[in-house]
C-alpha cells in the first residue's frame, strides 16, 4: 500500500493570518498521525510566509513517523537542514510571487547547482528527492545528480478536468515513474492531489508515497482533520 505524507503547511497559513499562535502546525502533526498518515511533510519558505523555523526545530522533536523538508536548493537553506536532519530533503523550485510551488525542478538545466545542494545534504547523511515534471529528461538528470528519490509533478494532471485529457498526463507520470524506479530512485509524487483524482494515480504500481496538503486540510476544516486523513488513506488502501 503506498504511503501517505500530509502536507500541513496551510495550517501555518492560517495561523500566520492573525500572527498568533494557533492552529499550532504542531498539533496538526500529532492529530495527522494519529490518523494514519506516514508522514509529516513542511515547507518552509524563504519569506516565511507559513511555516518558521521554530516549527521545523519542534516537529523534528515530536514527530513518530517521518519529516519530509521541503526547501529551494539553496545553500542557506541546506545549512537549516543540515541542522534539523530531516528524514528527507525534497527540493523544490521557489519564486517569491507564487501562490503555491508552480512547475518542477529544471534539474537538467541547472545541474550543477543542484548537484552541489543533493551532496551536501546527502554527506550530512539526509536522503534527497528532487520535485519534477513527470518527464524522462528531468528523470535522467536526477539520476546524474544522485537522486536518492523523485517527486513526480502530478499539478498539470490534477489541472485538467476531463478524464479523456488526463490520460496523456497519467501515461507521462507512469513511464516516469517506471523510469525513476529502473534507475533505482525512490518514486513519490504529489500537487494538486484530491479525493476524487488520487485513484487513477494508485494504478501506477512505482509510485511509493502520495504527498497532499491542500485538499485534506480544505476537507479538515469541514469534517475534522481525523476524518480528513482517515479518507484518504482509505483511498490508498
Ligand atoms: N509536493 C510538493 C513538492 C509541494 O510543493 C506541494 C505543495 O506544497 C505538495 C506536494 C502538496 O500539494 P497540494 O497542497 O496541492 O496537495
Redesign the pocket.
Known amino acids: 500500500m503506498p504511503r501517505l505524507g500530509v502536507?500541513i503547511?496551510?495550517v501555518a497559513t492560517l495561523r500566520q493570518a492573525r500572527g498568533g499562535t494557533d492552529p499550532d502546525p504542531l498539533a496538526a502533526a500529532l492529530l495527522v498521525e494519529l490518523a494514519g498518515a506516514d508522514g509529516i511533510?513542511v515547507?518552509l519558505r524563504e519569506d516565511r510566509r507559513h511555516i518558521q523555523d521554530r516549527d521545523l526545530r519542534l516537529l523534528r522533536d515530536i514527530l513518530h513517523t517521518k519529516l519530509d523538508l521541503?526547501m529551494a536548493a539553496d545553500e542557506t537553506m541546506a545549512k537549516i537542514a543540515l541542522a534539523i536532519k530531516p528524514d528527507l530533503v525534497?527540493l523544490?523550485p521557489e519564486q517569491r510571487q507564487e501562490l503555491?510551488?508552480e512547475g518542477g525542478l529544471d534539474v537538467a538545466g541547472h545541474r550543477d547547482r543542484i548537484q552541489k545542494i543533493v551532496s551536501l545534504l546527502q554527506e550530512g547523511g539526509i536522503p534527497v528527492s528532487l520535485?519534477i515534471e513527470p518527464d524522462l529528461a528531468q528523470v535522467k538528470a536526477s539520476h546524474r545528480v544522485s537522486a536518492d528519490f523523485v517527486?513526480l509533478?502530478t499539478?498539470r494532471y490534477?489541472n485538467m478536468r476531463r478524464s479523456k485529457e488526463a490520460d496523456g498526463e497519467v501515461e507521462a507520470i507512469t513511464q516516469a515513474a517506471k523510469l525513476s524506479h529502473k534507475l533505482g530512485m525512490g518514486v513519490?509524487a504529489?500537487?494538486?492531489?484530491?479525493y476524487r483524482n488520487l485513484t487513477r494515480l494508485t494504478h501506477i504500481p512505482e509510485i511509493a508515497e502520495y504527498?497532499?496538503?491542500?485538499?485534506?486540510?480544505a476537507r479538515a476544516v469541514l469534517v475534522g482533520l481525523d476524518q480528513a486523513v482517515r479518507e484518504m488513506k482509505a483511498l490508498l488502501s
Open positions: 502536507n503547511d496551510h511533510v515547507h521541503e525534497t523544490v503555491t510551488t520535485f517527486e509533478h499539478g490534477a513519490n504529489g500537487h494538486g492531489l484530491d504527498n497532499i496538503g491542500h485538499s485534506i486540510i
